[in-house]
């Protein structure tokens, strides 16, 4: 009995002999993986509260969109990218919002939601739409230039398609036929879509190259 004490004594010796030499830093690992644990579940209740308030304000836009309610979907849109910034509701807020100054005729509220979304929005592809709309917006002005810089920046794949044919309608209108040419070319070849079952995806995608064939033709292209 007395050997087993004594064993037991020296692993006890053994075991405060290494905690006095490594305690401290298993101490500072455990309450690091503590803090991180508890800053993560903060982290993540703070985004999930962040964005249930900012749904409740982008449904303000919506409403006021509906209505045709510039000025309360301009407040609303405000509220998103002062408060909000950092979810995905405040990039669909600036282009719905912009949407609606658009119609009401205040295109420098527009331009200012749009270029938001086009540099800050969380989804790339609502910084693309953002770009696009600009783009036409700048046209409608006759800054082609400007408008043309909105298009410079590489899209994803869903709106690579879109953003040619962009350059190319906005080529045509500054006279440059070989370049809008080249841009519509570019674009039907990114139109081709496979087989994916979908028969109105397929007319969808059928009509677009008809209209970017018709453009084509028109300036003496061919598809």
Known sequence: MAAFDLEEQEQLSSIQAWWQQ????????????????????????????????????FAAVERSAAAGDALHAREAAGELLDKYPGTAQAGL???????VQ?????????KAELA???????????????????????????????ALK???KE????????????RGDVLALQGK????VAAYQDALKKRAVADTGDIAEERRGKLARDILGIKLESLGGKP
């Open 22 to 57: 490594h305690g401290n830093l298993v101490t500072g690992v455990l309450v690091a993986a503590a803090v991180a644990s508890v800053g993560f579940q903060g982290w993540s209740w703070y985004r999930s509260n962040q964005s249930a308030k900012a749904g409740a304000v």
């Open 93 to 99: 807020g600036a282009l719905l919002a912009a949407k």
């Open 102 to 110: 658009l119609a009401a005729g205040d295109a420098k509220s527009a």
């Open 116 to 146: 938001w979304a086009a540099e800050n929005a969380v989804d790339s592809e609502v910084r693309d739409v953002a770009r696009l709309r600009m783009a036409a917006v700048l046209v409608d002005d006759k800054a082609f230039d400007e």
């Open 150 to 152: 909105q298009l410079e």
């Open 155 to 166: 899209p994803g794949a869903a709106f690579a398609a879109n953003f040619a044919e962009s």
């Open 177 to 180: 036929k070989s370049e809008a």
